[in-house]
């Protein structure tokens, strides 16, 4: 798949057309080579990016460890149906490390 997308774009600039594909923030840096910094996520996700943010936001606050037992989160994902269902674990044990102010 990449293979042909890389071709795509490399007869469109052999040619000199336009590419008539719509790549990513964070894609378009890999390419130039460029730092992919967090930031780069509010342009991919608002909605993650804004909800990571708040997280590490609330780490500082004085009551963050109460907050982060009442949220009760883990270090892995529950996938959907359509994404094969199950849960994904994002480190080594994730489903039993609590999400602290410690380690946000």
Not at 20 to 48: C, E, Q, T, Y
Not at 50 to 58: A, D, G, P
């Amino acid at each position: 798949c990449f293979r042909n997308v890389g071709r795509i774009m490399g007869l469109c600039l052999l040619q000199n057309e336009l590419c008539p594909i719509n790549l990513n923030r964070h894609v378009i840096k890999h390419i130039l080579s460029r730092r992919i910094g967090w930031h780069d996520l509010a342009f991919f996700d608002p909605m993650l990016y804004e909800s990571l943010r708040k997280l590490i936001m609330e780490a500082s606050s004085p009551n963050a460890v109460d907050t982060f037992k009442s949220l009760d989160l883990t270090f892995s994902v529950q996938m959907t149906a359509e994404e094969g269902d199950g849960q994904v674990e994002l480190v080594k044990g994730g489903k039993n490390i609590a999400v602290c102010p410690s380690n946000v």
